[in-house]
């Protein structure tokens, strides 16, 4: 385990000590070392599922463009790129095969299958990733003889392998691929500088023993939260977050941070409903295209919470999945001895829906 600054620029906040493993030579990137220092240094970075992190929805990079200290060497070529299943040790490079998903190089990286960010993917359903061993397999369809690989959040291919970014490639081509990382110690990335390239940087001794403190026991999950540090009476009142119909006026209630959850009344789910001022309107259709009645805001303005709502590529593309999505950790649901469910109108409008999603999407696999 080594703590590297990749740009050769130090600042706490912009700038952290980014923890990696080495091999040999080689730097392995490895997010399960600190998620949150990762982060820094990728254009974005999204947990996909238990393990598996990639860009997010809307950011279509390539994998050579989505690690930044790569994009913004002033030679591009400066570095081999390489896969790393265990993280511990390095490899370059694949064999040549006549798979078209699988071109020879000596700069590989993880992609994932477009299952995994709501694409279409040609074998999805008949040969999808183990979810408990990661192991991928491969199939061929309608007893074709060309062989495709399976649903599999690590397919090794080429760093510059292109990202669909329009709607209609994504659901209607069957290789969409986009860049991953393990994010639980398996299936990292790694990358070795060549010999002309190498440098070294001088940084404060106590600001690098200060933070690599920090930094380990943020790993060995010693760190402190401030709630926790906080001897007031009420600390624990403050993880307790009470729901009501107000707070599922407008779209999915989204359970990102850890506490406990309680209904303080009975819950009728019918999201951006049109009033009945527009419902007693002449013309007034429940199925209007222009309007999309219960549908996300298609004028952006739910965007940020409902990633495509407007845009047609995301979780929310196909309206509200969920009443309640849980999405982190050591989360406490109490329905407090009330109902929550689908009014007769929103059953009818929204077809793809489920009460409780412990996930951030549907379809998860």
């Not at 970075?45 to 238990?50: S, T």
């Not at 990733?129 to 003889?145: I, K, L, P, V, W």
């Amino acid at each position: 385990l080594q703590y590297i600054l990749p740009y050769g620029l130090y600042a706490t906040s912009d700038y952290p000590l980014l923890p990696v493993m080495c091999s040999n030579g080689d730097t392995i990137l490895d997010p399960s070392l600190s998620f949150e220092t990762y982060e820094k240094y990728f254009s974005s970075l999204y947990m996909y599922d238990v393990g598996i992190g990639g860009p997010a929805l809307e950011d279509f990079a390539t994998w050579r463009t989505w690690f930044l200290p790569f994009e913004n060497r002033d030679i591009k070529a400066v570095f081999e790129y390489g896969v790393s299943e265990d993280c511990n040790s390095c490899a370059y490079g694949n064999e040549e095969t006549d798979d078209a998903l699988s071109p020879p190089s000596t700069n590989n990286a993880y992609y994932m299958t477009g299952n995994f960010y709501l694409c279409a993917w040609i074998t999805k359903g008949d040969c999808d990733m183990d979810a408990e061993t990661y192991e991928c397999f491969q199939c061929s369809r309608n007893g074709q003889s060309t062989v495709y690989p399976g649903v599999c959040s690590h397919l090794k291919t080429g760093v510059d392998t292109v990202v669909h970014t329009d709607h209609y490639q994504c659901t209607g081509n069957n290789d969409n691929l986009k860049p991953s990382i393990g994010t639980n110690g398996q299936f990292c990335a790694c990358y070795r500088p060549q010999s002309n390239d190498l440098r070294e940087f001088q940084m404060n001794v106590a600001d690098f023993d200060r933070d690599v403190t920090v930094l380990e026991q943020e790993r060995n999950g010693d760190l402190v939260d401030g709630a926790d540090a906080d001897d007031g009476s009420d600390a624990d009142d403050a993880q307790v977050t009470y729901l009501s119909s107000e707070d599922f006026l407008y779209g999915t209630y989204r359970i990102t941070t850890p506490g406990t959850y309680v209904l303080t009344e009975d819950i009728t789910i019918n999201f951006n409903e049109p009033s009945s001022d527009v419902k007693s309107g002449e013309d007034f259709s429940p199925n209007s295209y222009d309007d999309l009645y219960w549908m996300p805001k298609t004028d952006g303005s739910q965007d940020e919470l409902y990633m495509g709502a407007s845009t047609w590529s995301g979780p929310y593309q196909l309206g509200f999945f969920a009443a309640i999505t849980i999405e982190t950790s050591d989360v406490v649901l109490d329905l407090n001895g009330f109902e929550i469910g689908m009014s007769v109108e929103y059953y009818l409008q929204q077809r793809v829906f489920s009460i409780i999603e412990l996930a951030a999407k549907n379809f998860v696999s």
